[in-house]
Every structure is written in structure tokens, then in C-alpha cells.
């Protein structure tokens, strides 16, 4: 990856991190289950994004 992805990646990381405790502590029911899914879909995101970077830094 390159040093322009670590930074698209921090500046959106960061503040998406600080809404997801908001989120977490606005829940009452503590209801787990959901952020679980949540969580489940931005690792495959951040997966997905590293692996189709790393393909089209080797086409280059």
C-alpha cells in the first residue's frame, strides 16, 4: 500500500472508530449482535480495499 492509502485510511478510520463508541454507548439494550455484523463487514471492506490496492500497485 501506498503512503496515500494509509492516509485515506487514517483520516476515515479515525473518526468512523469515534462514531462506532458513540454509537455503542447511545444503545441501551446493549445489543452486541449488530455491532458484531458491523465490525464482521469492515474487515472484510478493509480486506478487500488492501488486496485490490496491492493488485493495481503491481500493474504499475
Known amino acids: 500500500m501506498s503512503a496515500t492509502s494509509f492516509i485515506f485510511f487514517g483520516l476515515m478510520l479515525i473518526p468512523f472508530i469515534i462514531f462506532i463508541i458513540w454509537l455503542v ?27 485490490v490496492d496491492a493488485k493495481y500497485m503491481k500493474l504499475q
Open 25 to 51: 454507548k447511545q444503545d441501551k439494550q446493549r445489543n452486541y449482535l449488530g455491532l458484531a455484523v458491523l465490525l464482521a463487514a469492515i474487515i472484510v471492506a478493509i480486506i478487500v480495499a488492501i488486496y
